[in-house]
């Protein structure tokens, strides 16, 4: 089983459309979680941490269910700037480093 | 507040040459991070120096190797480059205190020919 595993995609959307993400993580351990989004043929960026009890940052929303082992991300009212990949991000903490998913590709249509 | 940077952009090397590639944390980070995204693949973990020791490192070859100066900054080497090494070389830095997110440079672009 992947440690990190996320549906592919592509999902293609008309603007203003609310898409969802899921991602499924395979260690109990995990300690931390976020979503990145990487455009492409450029690196990562910090879209958001992902906390236990659910937070939204204008109109993107993330949960997180640890009993499930499972995160989201929900994008409302899209845009064609939030055409990207979204990586989901696990840290087991002790090991340092993050754990991606392979990235689910959005593309936003006018 | 400047990012975390890296140089070389771009890096052309052939087959048996070795490539030193270089970052700058964000001021105040002590942890940098490097990871290999090979063409089509998801990211994957090399190194992780914190304090200028190494802390844990991914499932490469021993000829992937680097180190942490006291300014932070850091460097990775590859030696003995194989053609499969052609890959985006990224590095993140982050705070040291609990599960920091990271954040990542614009990457070095390594092709082997």
């Known amino acids: 089983r992947k440690e990190v595993e996320q549906d592919p995609g592509p999902f293609n959307v008309p603007e203003g459309a609310t898409v969802a993400f899921n991602c499924t993580y395979s260690?109990?351990?995990?300690?931390?979680f976020f979503w990145y989004r990487q455009d492409c043929r450029k690196e990562p960026k910090l879209l958001m941490s992902v906390y236990s009890s659910g937070n939204e940052d204008g109109r993107f929303t993330a949960q997180l269910n640890r009993a499930s082992q499972y995160i989201s991300l929900l994008i409302r009212d899209s845009k064609l700037s939030d055409s990207a990949t979204y990586l989901c991000v696990v840290n087991v903490g002790s090991q340092g480093n993050l754990i991606f998913g392979k990235g689910t590709k959005l593309s936003v249509k006018p | 507040e400047a990012g975390v940077t890296q140089s070389p952009t771009h890096l052309i090397k052939t087959r048996g040459q070795q490539a030193t590639l270089r970052c700058s944390p964000i001021?105040?980070?002590?942890?940098v991070y490097w990871y290999q995204q090979a063409l089509g693949l998801g990211l994957q973990f090399l190194l992780w120096?914190?304090?200028?020791?190494?802390?844990n490192r991914g499932n490469f070859p021993p000829r992937f190797s680097g180190r942490q100066f006291p300014n932070y900054s850091s460097e990775l080497n590859v030696n003995a480059l194989e053609l499969e090494d052609s890959a985006l070389y990224l590095c993140?830095?982050?705070?040291?205190?609990?599960?920091?997110?990271?954040?990542f440079g614009d990457g070095t672009r390594l092709s082997i020919l």
């Open positions: 001021s105040g980070h002590t942890s």
């Open positions: 993140a830095s982050s705070l040291s205190i609990g599960n920091q997110p990271q954040h």
């Open positions: 260690n109990s351990a995990s300690q931390s």
């Open positions: 120096y914190d304090e200028g020791e190494e802390r």
